[in-house]
């Protein structure tokens, strides 16, 4: 799929769906990737894939110094009108694959729930690393298809029903694992592993979250469907 397409698929994507909504920062990733947050007073933060800005107005809460950005203009829209009256802010519009920003721009770059959705997810990871400083932090969260999602995905490729996640056009399935190893090779200290959700999906029933299965977190984490890396830049 090129580029193009990719967009115009996820401006469609954006105008049919409310999953994603301007209040949405209470997600399972974004509860995980809040506990590590800190104080963003007077630091400079890029969250790219920032949908229609509900996690970025927490950002700015945070005190961030903030640029919201997203591959699809239909998102950027609603961002833009959200987030309208923060000072310290610019929302654009723009692609992870090719960040528009110079080489250590940013203290610390964010991006929730989206290398999986893009063409090139290993190009998506390095531009992250890239535009993060020497001894700045890169947030990243995915699902994680060592657990029940992957299961699931694999039985519904194999009873010929394809797997979307909520009707997104690409949904790659990343692994954990995979992440932590390649964000070794972009010289980069892995500071935090952490993965949460572990969910019960039986056909023609909603899922349901195990929450127990969430504690023993050393062990669980890798096989959780939620999966979060911070890393420093070496
Ligand atoms: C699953 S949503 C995640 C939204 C938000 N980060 C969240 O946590 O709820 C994925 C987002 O990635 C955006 N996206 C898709 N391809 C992109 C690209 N190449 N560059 C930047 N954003 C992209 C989509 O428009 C969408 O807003």
Redesign the pocket.
Known sequence: MN?ST?KDL?DK??NQIDE?GED?YN?P??LMVRQYLGDLSGLKVL??????G??SKYLLECGADLVA????DA?IEITKGFLQNWPRCEVMV????NIPFPDNTFDCVI????LE???DPDR?LAELVRVTKAGGRTMV?TPNYLSSLGVLRVYRELTGRPFT?VG?P?NHPLKLIDRVLKLKQLKCRIDVIDGVGHYLYVPGTPSRRIKWLDRPRAISKWFAVHSLTVATKL
């Open positions: 580029d990719a996820y994507w954006h994603f949405n997600s990733w974004h969250e790219i894939g920032c949908g229609r509900g996690f950005a997203d591959f699809s998102a723009a692609d992870i694959q991006s929730l729930e989206t959705h893009i063409p998506g969260t996640e997104q690409i």
